[in-house]
C-alpha cells in the first residue's frame, strides 16, 4: 500500500513543495515544529533509512544541505536541525527544521499547519532557493 508520502508526491493528497527533482522532493510538513519546517523525501518508497541505497542517501543529504541553505535565508535561525525519525511514516524522511535551542528539535512543539500558512512558507523557501540558483525550486 503506499504511503501518505507516495500520495503527497503523486499528486493524490496536497502538497506544498520547495523543491523536486527525478530522486527527491522537499515539502512542508503538516506538523511543524517551527515555521520553516520540511520534508526531504526520497521518490523511492523506502521505510527505513539504513535500507536506502548508498548513492540515494547521498542525494537526499545533498538536497538536504542545499535546501538548508535557503531555509537559512528564508527563517534566520541559529542552526537548522537535521533529524531521521521515523516513526510517524513508513517512508523515508530527513526533517529539516530551523531552531535556536536543542528543545526546538521536540515533537512536543508540533502543531497543525493551516494550508495558507503552509503555502506561504513554501513559496518563502522557494524563493530563496531560486535565488541560490535551484532550478529545482522552480515548480
Do not use: C
Amino acid at each position: 500500500m503506499a504511503s501518505v508520502f507516495t500520495k503527497v508526491i503523486s499528486g493524490e493528497f496536497p502538497g506544498h513543495f520547495v523543491w523536486k527533482d527525478d530522486k527527491a522532493v522537499v515539502f512542508m510538513t503538516i506538523q511543524p515544529i517551527r515555521e520553516g519546517h520540511v520534508l526531504v523525501v526520497p521518490r523511492e518508497e523506502v521505510d527505513h533509512w539504513d535500507d536506502l541505497s548508498p548513492e540515494l542517501l547521498s542525494h537526499l543529504t545533498q538536497v538536504s544541505q542545499k535546501v538548508t541553505k535557503g531555509l537559512k535565508e528564508a527563517y534566520p535561525a541559529k542552526r537548522v536541525g537535521m533529524m531521521i525519525a521515523g516513526l510517524e511514516v513508513p517512508h523515508t524522511h530527513i526533517h529539516l527544521v530551523p531552531l535556536d535551542s536543542m528543545g526546538d528539535l521536540s515533537f512536543d512543539h508540533a502543531s497543525g499547519a493551516e494550508a495558507e500558512e503552509l503555502a506561504a512558507a513554501a513559496a518563502n523557501i522557494r524563493k530563496a532557493l531560486v535565488a541560490q540558483g535551484h532550478s529545482e525550486a522552480e515548480l
